[in-house]
């Protein structure tokens, strides 16, 4: 069965430093993964998308993340980190297709993170 | 463009008591989902429809949750009795049709509080 871990369950950086929030996923074949983001109070918005193509993926907003089959992991990271992106981060799995329709998402628990001034 | 649509913001309710939640997907989506999400957890889906039909209903709990969506347009949700673990934000979201689905838009979500 598809699945995603984060790791953390809350990132504390401060502004213009790096982030790096980790994704480890488990599939019994080649995965479509994604990075969603929710703000307070609003919608879940995509960050970006892996489905087999290239393994670094750009996102909105300086956002990228590297897909690693060795390790089985799809971390998300920024070089520098804005207030604005203070939010809770989801890591995703498609999970299997059946019935002629995409097989539906399977989010992880979450990321927390804060970003200090 | 407008987005999903979502109402009631918030709802309170005692258990035992029915609730319904509704939603407008983004005009011309074809797939709409409804996911619940649980403090401290990510969206499960519970329901998938395409156009007006289900597609993927397998972890409604169908002996108090049903879900409609007629005309295939906008839906609701349905919860009766509630009960305590139903306490949760409710997210419903849209697609267009096709195989390239991967975005999901999400609304703003319904919080459901049951005392």
């Known amino acids: 069965a598809q699945s995603v871990t984060q790791l953390d369950s809350h990132v504390s950086v401060s502004e213009g430093t790096p982030v790096l929030l980790r994704c480890n996923y488990s599939?019994?074949?080649?995965?479509?993964l994604f990075w969603y983001v929710q703000h307070p109070n609003k919608g879940l918005q995509l960050l970006l998308k892996y489905t087999s193509a290239a393994t670094l993926v750009k996102g909105i907003n300086g956002f990228e993340a590297e897909f690693k089959k060795s390790e089985t992991s799809f971390h998300l990271t920024k070089p520098s980190a804005h207030m604005s992106d203070a939010a809770e981060y989801f890591c995703v799995v498609r999970g299997v297709s059946y019935g002629g329709s995409q097989g539906n998402l399977i989010f992880g628990k979450g990321t927390k993170l804060s970003v200090k001034p | 463009e407008a987005g999903v649509a979502q109402s009631p913001r918030y709802k309170i309710i005692e258990k035992r008591q029915s609730v319904a939640f509704w939603c407008n997907p983004i005009s011309g989506h074809a797939t709409l989902y409804w996911y619940q999400q649980i403090l401290g957890q990510g969206p499960k889906l519970l329901i998938q429809f395409q156009n007006n039909g289900v597609v993927d209903d397998s972890q409604l709990p169908k002996d108090r949750f049903s879900a409609e969506r007629l005309k295939g347009v906008d839906s609701t949700l349905k919860i009766q009795p509630a009960k305590l673990e139903d306490s949760a934000v409710y997210l419903c979201?849209?697609?267009?049709?096709?195989?390239?689905?991967?975005?999901?838009?999400f609304g703003p979500g319904t919080r459901l509080t049951v005392l």
């Open positions: 979201a849209s697609s267009p049709a096709g195989r390239d689905t991967d975005t999901q838009y």
């Open positions: 599939s019994s074949y080649s995965p479509s």
